[in-house]
């Protein structure tokens, strides 16, 4: 795996066009993929980022972070309350640009590389998302959304750290799970020295939906009541033709 990514940093290196590095280029960063495919087999998957720094990395030295986030979208988390002996819907909070994907990973804990200033700033940990919430305004809604997401697998935080080769060669493993959603995502590396940013890399990512997948999930959008219909039809199919097998049984 060395190999492989000393041949291809040697190339982005060599071609600044491959790096979209606002900073000196002091940091060099690539996707293994810039595409992920959704089938109906897809069980879930992976975003391998890896790259190279100038200078060594260690604590207290050149450090790495790694960020990348999905399409946002509004998400609403609701109460159940008891009535009578009956489980009804309670309070309500809406929570608009819920990114759909979260993940980080750094070198060490991103809360001990940088400043909380800055941290805060680049809305480093999930305390610092900046969510809308409507409704209801109590804190515990939006622990229940982080705690929702982060048991499906969606917003991951410092999971795996960003692994380092060589002292100057790191890639990260962020895990995408199956429930994953389809869009373009944003994967940030960020290069830390002296508690600060000094340098920062965007690679953009496509995730889609492709074969069957692809062909269901364009008739649930663009005909959601044939959907409904067929959903009804083959779920009653289902249920006829277990009662006729168990008859013969």
């Not at 900046?130 to 109590?138: F, I, T, Y």
Request: net charge positive.
């Amino acid at each position: 795996m060395k190999i492989a990514l000393v041949a291809i940093l040697a190339l982005t290196l060599a071609h600044p066009a491959l790096a979209q590095s606002v900073a000196p280029p002091s940091l060099a960063a690539e996707l293994s993929t810039r595409r992920i495919e959704v089938t109906t087999a897809f069980t879930g998957g992976e975003i391998l980022v890896f790259g190279a720094t100038e200078r060594l990395i260690h604590d207290g030295g050149d450090e790495v972070v790694v960020l990348a986030t999905g399409p946002t979208t509004s998400f609403v988390v609701r109460e159940k309350v008891e009535r009578l002996g009956f489980w009804i819907n309670g309070p309500s909070a809406r929570f608009n640009r819920v990114p759909s994907y979260w993940a980080l990973a750094g070198t060490r804990p991103v809360a001990d590389m940088l400043e909380s200033t800055e941290r805060a700033e680049l809305r480093l940990g999930l305390d610092l998302l900046p969510l809308v919430q409507l409704g209801a305004r109590r804190p515990e809604f939006r622990t229940a959304l982080a705690d929702g997401k982060q048991e499906a697998g969606l917003w991951v935080d410092q999971v795996q750290p960003v692994e380092v080769s060589g002292g100057r060669l790191f890639h990260a493993r962020l895990p995408l799970p199956a429930t994953v959603a389809t869009g373009d995502y944003r994967v940030q590396v960020l290069l830390v020295r002296d508690r600060r940013v000094v340098a920062r890399q965007e690679l953009s990512l496509a995730v889609v939906r492709t074969g069957t997948a692809a062909s269901i999930a364009d008739i649930a959008r663009g005909a959601p009541v044939l959907y409904g219909l067929a959903c009804i039809t083959l779920a009653a199919l289902a249920g006829w033709l277990g009662s006729v097998l168990f008859r013969r049984g």
